[in-house]
């Protein structure tokens, strides 16, 4: 092979080996999920609620599900995780502690604590359709009587695509969405509010 011939190769094979190695990075990377930022929906659901300020106690995976479940949820190759504490059950927290912030009903001191226990994290990017389930059971103590004990799902579908690029960051969305759903069905159980009155 001449000296030409050799340069031509190799000017043809770098924009395949450029692609190879994007590829690899993309199937590798670790996918963050979005620091918590209010709902205005979840907002206003709080704000009708009737319910009291509370103060907001340790969430954790649920007694018997895998560790797994609370670091990270692999998606086409890549691994979903939560920015706080790595820990999807402190993501849910800081969602709640969020949400309940904006609607003025978060209160450090106040005698009434929510606590959660994470039951179920999923993500499924595959090339038809795609889904997400996210659940956790709620623990309401007043003055060190448990007033509400409660699991709570939230789960999502939707047209998922063959193209990772547009696949992967949707079933991201979709998945960290789940947390304002979840947080919502709590603000809207009868119970809650029930066990919870101002």
Same mark, same amino acid.
């Given at each position: 092979m001449t000296a030409r011939a050799l340069m031509v190769l190799r000017r043809r094979s770098l924009p395949a080996l450029a692609g190879m190695a994007l590829v690899?990075? $993309?199937?590798? $990377?670790?996918? +963050?999920? =979005?620091?918590? %930022? &209010?709902?205005? !929906?979840?907002? =206003?659901?709080? !704000?009708?609620?009737?319910?009291a300020p509370v103060s907001v106690g340790p969430f954790r995976p649920s007694p018997g599900?895998? +560790? &797994?479940?609370?670091? =990270?949820l692999s998606v086409r190759s890549n691994t979903v995780v939560s920015p706080i504490d790595a820990s999807f059950?402190?993501?849910?927290?800081? %969602?709640?502690?969020?949400d309940l912030q904006a609607a003025g009903l978060y209160d450090p001191a106040s005698p009434t604590r929510v606590s959660g226990f994470l039951t179920d994290s %999923?993500?499924?990017?595959?090339?038809?359709?795609?889904? &997400?389930?996210? !659940? &956790?059971? @709620? #623990? #309401? /103590?007043r003055l060190g009587k448990t007033v509400y004990d409660k699991e709570l799902k939230a789960s999502a579908s939707w047209p998922s695509s @063959? /193209? =990772?690029?547009?696949?992967?960051? %949707?079933? #991201?969305?979709?998945y960290a969405a789940l947390y304002h759903m979840l947080v919502g069905k709590?603000?809207?159980?009868?119970?809650?509010?029930?066990?919870?009155p101002k």
């Open positions: 690899w990075l $993309a199937g590798c $990377a670790q996918l +963050p999920l =979005g620091e918590p %930022t &209010a709902s205005f !929906g979840n907002i =206003g659901k709080a !704000g009708m609620s009737g319910t599900v895998s +560790p &797994a479940l609370d670091k =990270g059950a402190q993501y849910l927290r800081q %969602t709640l502690v969020t %999923t993500l499924d990017v595959p090339l038809d359709t795609g889904h &997400a389930s996210l !659940g &956790a059971r @709620f #623990v #309401v /103590v @063959f /193209v =990772g690029m547009e696949a992967i960051p %949707t079933g #991201v969305n979709q709590l603000l809207d159980d009868p119970d809650y509010r029930t066990a919870n």
